[in-house]
Structure formats: structure tokens, C-alpha cells
């Protein structure tokens, strides 16, 4: 198996935190303006689907089935890639069911909620409040960050992409964790708070998958991995991103930043 540098190391490690980090940027959106432009939420969310699903089909998965065969044969290596692709589907959608849908950041409402009056509970409340959004964030992003690791480990040309769109996916993300946030605690400070510190559990899985996989990583066990993340970003593409953007109704917005984040990831394939 290939010797990692520690300064690829380092650098698949910066990414990750850049990625994740970027829901700071969502809950600054909804700290700092009354009104957001659901038009380019509704672009980045369909910009980021399109680089996912067309990476996660065209390259990881592909090339996952191509490794797995040649060292397994055609058949079994073939399923072996199948079972790792939708065992990493079948992990986000127990992720996904782990959550109560009440504390679950993806089913928030759009920007304009910052608009309305703010409600003001009980610290007690509060804090049960605070303790489930991060809880709630933190089992979301968690594999966001051990897929983008993972994509990185295989190389930048594959890994920047990936990080640029997690991150441009979780602005938005950032911003629906802010509006209930701020809804339940009148605290815009605790609001952007929240926001940020959800980022954090992104590095964190990159950090865990580092720990743990990395002393066992075999040219099979990685590309099992690639198969398993291309299964996990498609769940998450077609579960939350999709849906998402499609949130404020801006629907040929959304399919022209798919067909755009496709284009993209395309060229970026082709020329590396």
C-alpha cells in the first residue's frame, strides 16, 4: 500500500476543517442580513448535488468496481463494490433515522424565519434545545468528514472538489441550523455559535477515519471505502441537497446548478 506523506496528510486534513467550517458562513448569513437570496442557496445546493452525484457514479464508484475486480475477480469484485456502495447508503439512512425529525437541521425552514419575532425559553430548555441541535449536527456531518478524507486520501485532484462541495453545501446548512437556533434562544451570538461549532464534528470524523482506518488501509480496504463514501454522498445528495434545493421553489435554478456541477466535475476529471 502506498505511503502517505504526513504533508498529504496534513493537507486532506485542511480541507476537511475548510469544508466543515463553512456552515460559519451560513450562520453568519443569518447573523448579519434579515433576508438571504434563497435564488443562490437554491444554485450552491444544485451545484453541490451535481458534483457529488457525477463524482460519486462516474469516478469513486467506477473506480472502486475497476480496483476491487482486479484483485478479487470480475464477479466478486463486483459485488463486493455493490455491497460496500449501498452499505454506505444503508449507513446515512440509519444516521438519518437516529435523529428526531423536531432536532433534525435538515428539516428546518428557509431564511426569512429570522424575520420573526424571537421566542425566548427557559435556560432549562434552552440548553435541551442546544444540546440536541449539536447532537443532531454532529451525527450529520460526522461522515461528511470521513468521506471527504477518504476522497482525498486518493488524491487533491479528487479531493478539492469534494471539499468545495461539501462546504458550499453546508452554508446553506449553516443557515438552517441558525433560524431555529435563534428562534428558540433570541441569542443571534448563540445562533452563529452553533452554526460554526457544527462545522467542527467534519474534522473530527477525518481525524477518526485517520486513527482508525489508516493503520489498516489496503489497496481493498480503500477502494471498499470509495464505494462505501460514493453510496454515502449520493444518500446525501438525494436526501437533503435535492430536496433542499428545491426548498424556496426556484426549481430551474436548481436543475441548471446540477447540470452546472456536473459540467464542472467533468472537466475537472478530464483534465486530471
Request: glycine content about 12%.
Amino acid at each position: 500500500m502506498e505511503n502517505f506523506s504526513a504533508e498529504h496528510l496534513l493537507i486532506v486534513f485542511a480541507l476537511t476543517t475548510f469544508a466543515g467550517l463553512a456552515t460559519g458562513i451560513g450562520g453568519a448569513i443569518g447573523f448579519f442580513v434579515r433576508r438571504t437570496n434563497t435564488r443562490l442557496l437554491t444554485f450552491f445546493l444544485g451545484l453541490s448535488a451535481g458534483v457529488m452525484i457525477f463524482i460519486s457514479f462516474v469516478e469513486m464508484f467506477a473506480s472502486a468496481q475497476r480496483d476491487l475486480a482486479e484483485i478479487f475477480g470480475h464477479v466478486r469484485g463486483g459485488l463486493f463494490a455493490l455491497g460496500a456502495f449501498f452499505g454506505g447508503i444503508g449507513v446515512a439512512m440509519l444516521i438519518d433515522r437516529l435523529v428526531p425529525e423536531e432536532s433534525n437541521p435538515h428539516e428546518t425552514h428557509g431564511a426569512e424565519e429570522l424575520d420573526a419575532p424571537a421566542r425566548v425559553v427557559p435556560a432549562g430548555e434552552m440548553r435541551r434545545t442546544g444540546f440536541l441541535f449539536m447532537l443532531a449536527i454532529g451525527i450529520h456531518n460526522f461522515p461528511e468528514g470521513m468521506a471527504t478524507f477518504a476522497a482525498g486520501l486518493d488524491g487533491l485532484a479528487l479531493g478539492v472538489p469534494i471539499a468545495v462541495a461539501v462546504a458550499l453545501h453546508n452554508i446553506p446548512e449553516g443557515l438552517a441550523i441558525s433560524v431555529p437556533v435563534y428562534s428558540a434562544t433570541g441569542s443571534r451570538k448563540k445562533a452563529f455559535f452553533y452554526s460554526f461549532a457544527a462545522g467542527l464534528t467534519e474534522p473530527v470524523g477525518a481525524l477518526v477515519g485517520m486513527l482508525v482506518l489508516f493503520p489498516f488501509l489496503s489497496p481493498a480496504l480503500l477502494a471498499a471505502l470509495f464505494a462505501a463514501v460514493a453510496g454515502v454522498m449520493v444518500f446525501i445528495s438525494f436526501d437533503e441537497l435535492l430536496p433542499m434545493s428545491e426548498r424556496w421553489g426556484h426549481h430551474h435554478v436548481s436543475v441548471c446548478g446540477i447540470v452546472l456541477g456536473m459540467l464542472l466535475m467533468g472537466c475537472v476529471l478530464a483534465v486530471f
